[in-house]
């Protein structure tokens, strides 16, 4: 009976330690609790989260590049000088419209040499025609038939050879044969027209609109020098660069919305190639779409170079439990939200899964039925931060919305 005295203070000392122990090692509370001033100035919205259907997005920046299948440079296939330009920057072209004239010897000789070309073929047919007749009146010989019949090949032979040349030079089938006149009737010979040898149109190979434009008149050019740039902007190209983790995703043929906030526009757009590769430093890989860029709907106000938002929908999944997107905040390097309990508000670190921009997915943290503050949750969060408040590292959940 003298031990009980001596038993119940051994007792009360475990308790003691016991508790002091348990409240040293309790976790911060992740509740905090606000006057009704507080929250009627902060103006926030509750929402109830709830299972939904999300069609989710990729959104990435990207940049308006020329489509250059649609571009062409106008380059001289010969040397001369420059003496009219009949385009300048900014203009549109037809495909096949002169936009340049040059003077060239080296073309002058290529007409030539057609032009003679044409009239030894035109001596070889006579030739030719004399001895066949002569040959079936049996007065000349089969050998002389049979030379000028050569000859008369080889003639033509040396016609189609220039002919080419000049078809490689840039020249027209109708432009060869604006050269000579050729009269009707009996009379053979050829008659050359009053065409200027040297003269050379060049002609745009497409229809577009000049963006470059790199000779002065009188300037000497030739084979090398890029004389104008065209381009179609018919359509243009938004080239993008996205993470490993995305680029995996998509897929060609997939649409996407494409906009400008600066330029105020907004327009569908098609996925035409995906890279095969990502950049060593970065660890993203190249995604290339295509706009249609109409001049009657726009006015082809998507040009070259300006920056936009690429925003490509995903599949379409049932979330579990999903809430708008303004509900999540992060502090420090964890993802949370604001459940109201009563009049308190919990700090509850959650992860985080699909997203369509507008809601995302909760895997982990929060139950259906639970009211969250979405509108402006960040007050909230400030005044968490402003009493003190802090996440256990064990509480950290990470997740960004896909």
């Known amino acids: 009976m003298k031990n009980k005295p001596t038993i119940r203070l051994g007792l009360l000392l475990f308790l003691f330690v016991f508790t002091a122990n348990s409240v040293k090692g309790a976790e911060p509370p992740l509740v905090m609790t606000l006057t009704d001033v507080v929250i009627a100035n902060a103006q926030i919205t509750l929402e109830t989260a709830a299972a939904l259907q999300i069609k989710s997005s990729l959104r990435f920046p990207g940049q308006v590049k020329l489509n250059t299948e649609k571009v062409a440079q106008v380059v001289p296939r010969l040397s001369g000088v420059v003496t009219e330009i009949r385009k300048i920057l900014g203009d549109r072209v037809k495909k096949n419209e002169v936009i340049v004239i040059i003077e060239s010897r080296e073309l002058a000789n290529a007409k030539s040499d057609y032009i003679e070309a044409l009239n030894r073929l035109e001596f070889a047919k006579v030739s030719f025609e004399r001895e066949e007749t002569l040959l079936k009146q049996k007065i000349s010989a089969k050998e002389d038939y049979l030379a000028s019949r050569q000859a008369m090949q080889e003639a033509e032979l040396g016609k189609q050879v220039t002919k080419h040349t000049l078809l490689a030079l840039g020249l027209r089938p109708a432009d060869i044969s604006a050269l000579v006149i050729v009269p009707k009737g009996k009379e053979r010979r050829i008659i050359f027209s009053e065409q200027s040898l040297t003269r050379y ?14 000779l002065i008149l009188g300037a000497a050019v030739d084979e090398k020098t890029p004389l104008f740039v065209l381009a179609d902007r018919s359509s243009v190209w938004v080239d993008a660069r996205v993470l490993a983790k995305d680029l995996n995703r998509l897929k060609v043929g997939q649409k996407a919305r494409v906009t400008s906030k600066n330029a105020g526009l907004g327009v569908a757009a098609e996925v035409i190639y995906i890279g095969s590769r990502f950049d060593e430093k970065t660890q993203m890989g190249m995604v290339r779409l295509e706009i249609q860029n109409p001049l ?107």
Do not use: M
């Open 201 to 214: 149109a060049l002609r745009a190979p497409v229809d577009g609109l000049v963006i470059e434009k790199n």
């Open 296 to 402: 009657e709907n726009t006015k082809r106000q998507w040009r070259p170079g300006l920056f936009v938002t690429v925003d490509l929908s995903q599949e379409t999944v049932t979330a579990r439990v999903a809430v708008s997107v303004d509900a999540i905040q992060l502090i420090g390097d964890s993802t949370v939200l604001f459940v109201q309990i009563g009049k308190d508000f919990e700090v509850r670190p959650v992860t985080l899964g699909l997203s369509d921009g507008r809601k995302v997915e909760i895997l982990e943290g929060l139950s259906a039925g639970e009211q969250v503050v979405t509108r402006n949750s960040f007050v909230i969060k400030a005044e968490w931060l402003n009493q003190g408040g802090e996440l256990p590292a064990s509480e950290s959940a990470a997740g960004d919305p896909q």
